[in-house]
């Protein structure tokens, strides 16, 4: 089975080299103030062009506006949005007319309970991609580097379309992909030196090892 792999927080070029250069699938762009990822639409563009024919570009939002979201579609032409707030299945279904691109959904998982509100977005988003709940008092939706019980996902059903995130490295990759089985992993903040600086270095050290795990399982 084919595993894409995202690489999210993007903001320099080294960092996507290394990422296209190591087989990812998807790069990721975060729009969110309050993020030490977050990017202007003048750089995600530029870096965006780098992508172009090697991997797909991702417009990572939280709770943004119409007029934010034109700027970014019309100024980064992402070829996915990625909807980090608490956007309902009908704001994503409004959205996707309005741009014409596909979706994807994430959802915080602490326990069981919240994966209850996928069958609402089944059939509107596109994809999900089911990250960590953040911490009592984060200020990140996201890209808190803490995962959370992978085997909640084992009751899925198997038509789940998911990029799994939260606290993904290159020590347990191969633990997340033994116990959740994803079609799809997303990484942030287990590539990075510090907060928002991506380390060329790591996020070869994390293929490496994604390697290596799926060697293991085949």
Same mark, same amino acid.
């Given at each position: 089975?084919?595993?894409?792999?995202?690489?999210?927080? @993007?903001? $320099?070029?080294?960092?996507?080299?290394?990422?296209?250069? !190591?087989?990812? !699938?998807?790069?990721?762009?975060?729009?969110?103030? %309050?993020?030490?990822?977050?990017?202007?639409?003048? $750089?995600?563009?530029?870096?965006?062009?780098?992508?172009?024919?090697?991997?797909?570009?991702?417009?990572?939002?939280?709770?943004?506006?119409?007029?934010?979201?034109?700027?970014?579609?019309?100024?980064?032409?992402?070829?996915?949005?990625? @909807?980090?707030?608490?956007?309902?299945?009908?704001?994503?279904?409004?959205?996707?007319? =309005?741009?014409h691109l596909p979706v994807m959904k994430a959802v915080s998982v602490r326990e069981a309970s919240d994966l209850e509100v996928l069958p609402a977005y089944r059939g509107v988003a596109d994809r999900f991609l089911l990250d960590a709940k953040p911490?009592?008092?984060?200020?990140?939706?996201?890209?808190?580097?803490?995962?959370?019980?992978?085997?909640?996902?084992?009751?899925?059903?198997?038509?789940?379309?998911?990029?799994? !995130?939260?606290? @993904? /490295?290159?020590?347990?990759?191969?633990?997340?992909? =033994?116990?959740?089985?994803?079609?799809?992993?997303?990484?942030?903040?287990?590539?990075?030196?510090?907060?928002?600086? %991506?380390?060329?270095?790591?996020?070869?050290?994390?293929?490496? /090892?994604? =390697?290596?795990?799926?060697?293991?399982?085949?």
């Amino acid at each position: 089975m084919q595993l894409d792999i995202k690489i999210c927080g @993007l903001k $320099t070029e080294d960092a996507i080299a290394a990422a296209l250069d !190591s087989g990812a !699938s998807h790069v990721g762009f975060i729009f969110f103030p %309050k993020s030490p990822r977050n990017v202007d639409i003048e $750089t995600a563009a530029r870096l965006r062009h780098l992508a172009s024919g090697r991997g797909q570009a991702v417009a990572v939002t939280v709770d943004a506006d119409d007029e934010m979201l034109d700027r970014i579609v019309e100024g980064m032409r992402p070829d996915v949005l990625q @909807l980090h707030g608490h956007e309902r299945p009908v704001r994503v279904e409004a959205l996707k007319r =309005r741009y014409h691109l596909p979706v994807m959904k994430a959802v915080s998982v602490r326990e069981a309970s919240d994966l209850e509100v996928l069958p609402a977005y089944r059939g509107v988003a596109d994809r999900f991609l089911l990250d960590a709940k953040p911490p009592a008092g984060a200020e990140l939706p996201g890209g808190n580097g803490i995962p959370f019980d992978w085997s909640l996902l084992a009751s899925l059903d198997g038509k789940v379309d998911y990029m799994l !995130s939260g606290g @993904l /490295s290159a020590v347990n990759i191969g633990e997340a992909l =033994r116990i959740a089985r994803p079609r799809g992993i997303d990484i942030s903040s287990g590539v990075e030196r510090a907060p928002g600086e %991506k380390d060329p270095d790591l996020i070869r050290a994390f293929f490496s /090892s994604v =390697r290596a795990a799926r060697g293991k399982r085949e």
